[in-house]
Nanobody, 123 residues
Framework: QVPLVESGGGLVQPGGSLRLSCAAS????????IGWFRQAPGKEREFITA????????YVADSVKGRFTISRDNAKSTVYLQMNSLRPEDTAVYYC????????????????WGQGTQVTVSS
């Protein structure tokens, strides 16, 4: 089990920034790939970005490339999502997930999810 808790969501104006946090518990945190997904009303949960278990380049969806950045602090068992230049279409519930295979690319491999945090981009 890898309990995950997201925080940092809220209301922000277009062009603004937010930083989401995903705090995990458990000693095996560093062995998981951690990813961020989002789900807007009436839509499927979509992949945004993920860090694989091994040190390397994160995977980033085209829709957020150049605006969103993922990072992790294994000492704090926390993954961050820095979101800049936010747009109304970024409005969604944001979830972090943990993939025990360590890859991070396939949504079906994510075994653990947080409860989600709402991000609303509106003027």
């Amino acid at each position: 089990q890898v309990p995950l808790v997201e925080s940092g969501g809220g209301l922000v104006q277009p062009g603004g920034s937010l930083r989401l946090s995903c705090a995990a518990s458990g000693r095996t945190f560093s062995t998981y790939a951690i990813g961020w997904f989002r789900q807007a009303p009436g839509k499927e949960r979509e992949f945004i970005t993920a860090l694989p278990r091994s040190v390397g380049v994160p995977y980033v969806a085209d829709s957020v490339k150049g605006r969103f950045t993922i990072s992790r602090d294994n000492a704090k068992s926390t993954v961050y999502l820095q979101m800049n230049s936010l747009r109304p279409e970024d409005t969604a519930v944001y979830y972090c997930g943990a993939d025990p295979t360590g890859s991070g690319l396939q949504k079906s491999k994510y075994a653990y999810w947080g409860q989600g945090t709402q991000v609303t981009v509106s003027s």
